[in-house]
């Protein structure tokens, strides 16, 4: 059975507003059509990015009632009838318009990673991957992009300021996952995670894991084991030794 919903909306650039409306909901239905069902009968020009409406674009990143979502994954039936149903665009990234940010941060982010190392004269079929070093880094490469964590980890949340310096949970959980890679010869990645990419600033709060919509375990998985081989690597007796000769 259908009822009327009512929803609260960002409209507008920075200097927008919430906008308040009565809108039909189905059963079955998720925030994504409510809103398709907003923007068809009394918001023609509200602007909303998506996709695949199935979770797996990444493309419909929002906040709903204050939390970090997929619009597509987030279903109607989980709101009481009477409850307002607010929806904001995510924070963390400057506002274009309505529910649309603008996340180039990310892809800045996502260019600094060095690429995938192999060894250069590796024929294909030569080398069998153990099956522990695939399941490790099956976990990451289920990472959709929707900047979820991005958007929740506080460090660039409420301090603008880091964003020059932290590349956010998502692009150290990339530097975490070719740092794990058996055949990745890219030296240094744990001296990259925490010079340029901020590793430093995370004090494993785990928001950004709570938030991921593919259960990807961020901060225990990626964000951990990586700060404990910086500490291998930095503060390695042997190793400390050996670069005080070389400075
Ligand atoms: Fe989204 Fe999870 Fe990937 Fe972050 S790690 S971008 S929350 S899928
Ligand atoms: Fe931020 Fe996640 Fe670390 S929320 S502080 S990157 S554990
Ligand atoms: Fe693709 Fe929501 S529309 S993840």
Redesign the pocket.
Known sequence: MGYQAHFRVWRGADDGELRDYTVEVNEGEVVLDVVHRLQATQAPDMAVRWNCKAGKCGSCSAEINGRPRLMCMARMSTFTEAETVTITPMRTFPLIKDLVTDVSYNYVKSREVPAFTPPADLEPGEYRMQQVDVQRSQEFRKCIECFL?QD????IRDHEENKETFS??RY?LRVAELEMHPLDEARGRPEQARGDHGLGL????????EVCPENIR??DNA?IPLKERVADTRYDPILRFFRKKEE
């Open positions: 964590c929740t980890c506080h460090v956010g949970p150290l995370c004090n494993i709060t785990k928001c950004c894991s961020i901060t964000l």
